[in-house]
């Protein structure tokens, strides 16, 4: 299992390399700094149309028998179905009138959230249910598999490279997506689940409280460029997004390889066995801070060799701003994962007070980090910010640890 899903993630990390290359080369940052924007909404979406429930869907899934995990998911589905419609019916026509944009790219984009907030309920319920090649393929199906049929589209006819194209061939990997998912699983979905029908209604409060911790999650990894896109010019944006999307390589790769599908077996330790929750925590630090390490050089030589050696890729180089925003996102996916670790433990509180309190001290940080020293004052507002909840996250753990230890004598 671990060969396959490390096979669909290194492929989908190459399409996201290629896209990432072609945009600049082709589009310009302009374009980049754009679809950047564009990726931030998209997975905004999941967190601000979920109201806190897939926290506590994935604790629900695991342990539970099969009739009550096909309700809980069924239940899970079709609220985020009914949240997307009502969103839609309210906001897009505002959004048509006041986004300033084509309508065709307007409704693209909306699409787009649509594809996201499901995907992401698909995603968080396949690696509950321990199916993690599926999961990890239906990852890589919305976010990756498409580009090649965008980059060939470009190479076919000029008159389709452009962001439209990309935008729409990734709601088409999104389509696909959940089509395939539903015919692999389509049969166990429509069986009973009767003992999970009324869960969303029955959890939304509980979700609540978590919501403002899944948007704070969002914007620490992406309010970043909100935040630029309005204190530095187009072309600094895009430089911001192109060594952001490299970065993020690193995360991508580690978040959907070890960190994600850890969290089954967390919580299971946790319930069963603390001393070995915590041994198991260690290791899979020193995996995800040693990976980490690796995968992060391993990309800033990337993006010198080919400045340096190919120049018609036009890839940008700035050595400072492209060492501190990897280093900075090196120890914001070990925050991720200390949240995971929570998340295990059901620390609902300091998950989510941690999580918001990062949120709103990195957006305060950058305004005027930005404004003073651009890009290069945002990556280091992200480092410090990251490294000082990581110090808190960690004293968190330890606190839960302690309880928990106390709590079984």
Same mark, same amino acid.
């Given at each position: ?8 993630r ?6 996201? @390399? ?5 945009i ?8 980049m ?9 998209g ?7 979920? @109201? ?8 629900? $899934?695991?342990?539970?028998? +099969?009739?009550r ?7 899970? =589905?079709? @609220?985020?179905l ?17 986004? *300033?944009?084509?309508?065709?790219l ?6 787009i959230?649509?594809?996201?907030? !499901?995907? =992401? ?11 993690n090649?599926?999961?990890?393929f239906?990852?890589? =199906?919305?976010?990756?598999? /498409?580009?090649?049929?965008?980059? *060939? !589209?470009?190479?076919?006819?000029? +008159? ?9 061939? /990734? ?5 696909a997506n959940i ?5 692999? !699983?389509?049969?166990?979905l429509?069986?009973? *689940?009767? =003992?999970?029908e ?14 403002p911790?899944?948007l704070?999650?969002?914007?620490i ?7 630029l896109s #309005?204190?530095v ?5 895009? $430089?911001?997004? @192109? ?5 993020? &390589? ?19 330790l946790?319930?069963?066995?603390? &001393?070995?929750?915590?041994?198991? $925590? ?11 390490? &690796? ?12 400045h ?8 940008? /180089?700035?050595?400072v ?14 925050g ?9 433990? #059901? ?27 651009? $890009? ?15 110090? !808190?996250?960690?004293?968190a ?13």
């Amino acid at each position: 299992m671990g060969g396959s899903i490390a096979s669909i993630r290194l492929t989908a990390i190459a399409m996201r @390399f290629a896209l990432t290359i072609f945009i600049t080369a082709n589009l310009g940052l302009e374009a980049m700094g754009q679809f950047g924007l564009v990726l931030g909404l998209g997975a905004l979406a999941p967190a601000l149309f979920g @109201f806190g429930l897939n926290f506590h869907m994935a604790r629900a $899934i695991v342990g539970s028998d +099969e009739e009550r995990q096909v309700g809980i998911i069924r239940s899970r =589905m079709g @609220f985020t179905l009914a949240v997307l419609l009502l969103a839609t019916i309210t906001g897009l026509p505002f959004a048509i009138s006041e986004a *300033g944009m084509p309508l065709a790219l307007v409704l693209f984009i909306a699409a787009i959230l649509w594809g996201e907030a !499901l995907g =992401m309920d698909i995603y968080i319920a396949l690696t509950a249910l321990r199916f993690n090649v599926l999961a990890n393929f239906s990852l890589a =199906m919305r976010s990756a598999f /498409w580009i090649p049929v965008a980059v *060939g !589209l470009a190479g076919y006819s000029p +008159e389709y490279a452009n962001l439209q194209t990309i935008l729409a061939c /990734w709601i088409a990997g999104q389509v696909a997506n959940i089509i395939i998912v539903f015919a692999v !699983l389509g049969s166990r979905l429509r069986s009973s *689940g009767s =003992m999970g029908e009324g869960w969303s209604r029955a959890t939304i409060k509980d979700g609540l409280r978590i919501w403002p911790s899944d948007l704070a999650l969002v914007l620490i990894a992406f309010g970043d460029r909100f935040i630029l896109s #309005g204190t530095v010019d187009e072309r600094e944006l895009g $430089i911001f997004v @192109f060594f952001w999307s490299f970065a993020n &390589v690193a995360q991508t790769l580690i978040q959907a390889a070890i960190i994600t599908p850890s969290l089954p077996k967390l919580i299971q330790l946790h319930r069963e066995d603390v &001393v070995a929750w915590k041994k198991q $925590i260690r290791q899979l630090a020193a995996i995800v801070m040693v990976s980490g390490s &690796v995968l992060g050089a391993g990309i800033y030589a990337f993006v010198f060799l080919v400045h340096t050696y190919f120049p018609q890729a036009n890839f940008p /180089w700035a050595p400072v701003f492209g060492a501190t925003i990897i280093v900075a996102t090196i120890v914001r996916f070990v925050g991720d994962f200390l949240s995971t670790v929570l998340n295990s433990a #059901g620390a609902a509180n300091a998950y989510s007070v941690l999580n918001v309190g990062f949120a709103v001290t990195l957006m305060a940080a950058l305004i005027p980090a930005s404004m003073w020293a651009g $890009i290069h004052g945002a990556a280091l507002a992200l480092l410090a910010v990251a490294g000082v909840f990581n110090l !808190l996250k960690l004293k968190a753990v330890r606190a839960v640890y302690q309880t928990a230890i106390g709590g079984s004598r």
